[in-house]
C-alpha cells in the first residue's frame, strides 16, 4: 500500500471514530425561550416525569391536554430543585393555566414555562424576556 493510500486510510479512520464511539453529531443543546413564539393556555396535567441532571432540560416536565384545542403539549417547569425551593408541585389531573414559550426541541416543541396559575395561586418561573429565575443573578 502506498503512502499516499495509508494517509487517506488514517484519515476515513479518523472520521469514522467519533460514530464508533457513539457519537454521532453534536450534543443536543437546549432550546432558549423566545418571547415571539409566547402561548397562553388552559391545560389538566395527564404525565408528570423529571428529566435527570446532566440531560437537556433537567427537571420536571409535565404533559397536559391543552383543553380549548384538545392537543397533548409538553412542558418544561423547572429544575426539582427550585420547585422545593418555591414549594410547588404538581399531579395529575390538576387544572393549570400556563404561559410560556413554544420552541422547537428535539423531533419536536416543547412549552417553556414562564408561569403557571392553579386556582388562586401563581407559580413565577422566568422573567418576561425568559430569564430563568433559578439561574440567578439580574433579570
Keep these: 500500500m502506498g503512502s499516499q493510500s495509508l494517509a487517506v486510510l ?3 479512520a479518523a472520521l469514522l471514530a467519533p460514530m464508533a464511539a457513539g457519537q454521532t453529531g453534536p450534543a443536543q443543546q437546549e432550546p432558549r425561550y423566545d418571547p415571539g413564539s409566547s402561548v397562553n393556555f388552559s391545560a389538566t396535567v395527564t ?3 423529571e428529566v435527570p441532571k446532566g440531560s437537556p432540560l433537567n427537571g420536571l ?3 397536559v391536554i391543552d383543553t380549548d384545542k384538545d392537543a397533548t403539549v ?3 417547569v423547572a429544575p426539582v430543585a427550585f420547585l422545593k425551593e418555591l414549594q410547588v408541585s404538581y399531579a395529575k389531573g390538576d387544572r393549570l393555566q400556563i404561559t410560556g414559550s413554544r ?3 428535539g423531533s419536536g416543541t416543547i412549552v417553556l ?4 396559575r ?3 395561586d401563581t407559580a413565577y418561573f422566568r422573567d418576561e424576556r425568559g430569564k430563568p429565575y ?3 443573578g439580574p433579570t
Design 10 to 12: 488514517f484519515g476515513i
Design 47 to 49: 404525565d408528570i416525569r
Design 113 to 116: 414555562v414562564r408561569e403557571v
Design 74 to 76: 409538553e412542558v418544561y
Design 103 to 105: 420552541v422547537k426541541f
Design 134 to 136: 433559578w439561574s440567578g
Design 61 to 63: 416536565h409535565l404533559t
Design 118 to 120: 392553579r386556582d388562586a
